[in-house]
């Protein structure tokens, strides 16, 4: 097994807090894993300390690849590089790796599922003023677990729906000032089943906020290293 982070554990320890699920458990379950004779080697990572031809040449009869979804999808928004704006699972994995976090004021977190949540609640034993979840949809549509937000509300995040984010802005200095939303109402259902927000001309109005948590979906980076940009990748 090679492991591109310190340890063992991929999503389930960088991705997942603590409080849903205990680094005990995960850790009592690795060792049941190694003590069957797997071998594991960690801070190795695909396409940079190795390639699966380096591996079929080492001797491997076959690679299994469980990457993990650690790319954050741009919210596509206009000014979503500024200062302030963090990717989710960025946000999580930094948390997880136990590294200084430099978030403070109020954050605002957009997206409606897990992982959104899991920024919101995280964001909040980091000890910051005001959380806010803005989602497109109502809470109806949320993708979330219904438990983990009935969780976030008794906690203290604030919960808005039917906004969807147009702008991240900015002062003179380059310093965050917030998100310019529009309000939503929903139409027909898309191709997921749910109603699909439609934006309301006219009601962009500044959620003010000193950082922004991106967290709307999650992919892959497999197309990255085998698509041509890593030399000699496959065999």
């Not at 136990?98 to 995280?122: E, F, Q, Y």
């Not at 898309?190 to 109603?195: C, E, L, M, P, T």
């Amino acid at each position: 097994m090679f492991e591109s982070l310190p340890e063992a554990g991929g999503m389930l320890r960088y991705g997942i807090p603590e409080y849903r699920l205990p680094k005990s458990v995960l850790d009592l379950e690795i060792a049941q894993i190694l003590d069957l004779g797997v071998q594991l080697r960690t801070n190795v990572a695909l396409g940079r300390d190795f390639t699966v031809a380096s591996l079929k040449e080492e001797g491997f009869a076959a690679v299994f690849l469980g990457l993990g979804a650690w790319d954050s999808s741009k919210m596509r928004v206009q000014n979503e590089d500024a200062p302030g704006v963090l990717a989710g699972i960025e946000f999580l994995k930094q948390f997880g790796l136990r590294r200084p976090m430099n978030v403070s004021g109020t954050v605002a977190v957009v997206g409606g599922g897990n992982t959104a949540i899991d920024c919101a609640r995280t964001a909040l034993r980091l000890g910051v003023d005001e959380v806010k979840v803005l989602y497109r949809r109502t809470r109806a549509e949320m993708p979330a677990n219904d438990s983990e937000i009935k969780d976030a509300i008794e906690e203290g995040v604030n919960m808005q729906f039917l906004i969807a984010p147009t702008k991240v802005v900015t002062g003179e200095d380059g310093t965050l000032k917030g998100i310019e939303c529009q309000r939503c109402e929903l139409g027909e259902p898309d191709a997921s089943g749910r109603r699909s927000p439609k934006p309301i001309r006219g009601s962009e109005y500044l959620e003010p906020c000193d950082f922004i948590i991106s967290a709307i979906g999650q992919s892959t980076t497999v197309a990255d290293l085998v698509d041509g940009k890593v030399p000699d990748m496959l065999p």
